[in-house]
């Protein structure tokens, strides 16, 4: 069974950054995605970037050139490098994993199976 455990999620003022961390366990895959995710109360849960275990990632035109995702293979570890932070980017962020996902659907929620409990990011103003 997959398991993921988020972690990193703070309170930080705008133009700040922060590193989140997504460790996984239980994956059997050679082959898998990973994905984070963030959501607003009220809001859907929106894609953030991805990547897979070979090393292509995808990102939200939100975040692209201020997130980088990467990963660490040796700790089953994904990240999500967070640079100059809007308030905008205040959410619950998760990250989730699959085996499978079209070519245009990484950022897609609905591809995912298996997801963290989450981590709250705060930017301030």
């Known amino acids: 069974q997959v398991q993921l455990m988020e972690s990193g999620g703070t309170s930080v003022q705008a133009g700040g950054s922060l590193i989140l961390a997504c460790e996984i366990s239980?994956?059997?895959?050679?082959?898998?995605?990973m994905g984070w995710f963030r959501q607003v109360p009220g809001n859907e849960r929106e894609g953030v970037a991805a990547?897979?275990?070979?090393?292509?990632?995808r990102y939200a035109d939100a975040v692209k050139g201020r997130f980088t995702v990467s990963q660490d293979s040796a700790k089953n570890t994904v990240y999500l490098r967070m640079n100059s932070l809007k308030p905008e980017d205040t959410a619950m962020y998760y990250c989730?994993?699959?085996?499978?996902?079209?070519?245009?659907?990484?950022?897609?929620?609905?591809?995912?199976?298996?997801w963290g409990q989450g981590t709250q990011v705060t930017v301030s103003s």
């Open positions: 239980g994956m059997t895959y050679r082959s898998y995605y």
């Open positions: 989730a994993t699959t085996v499978l996902v079209y070519t245009n659907r990484w950022l897609n929620p609905d591809e995912y199976k298996d």
């Open positions: 990547i897979h275990n070979t090393g292509t990632t």
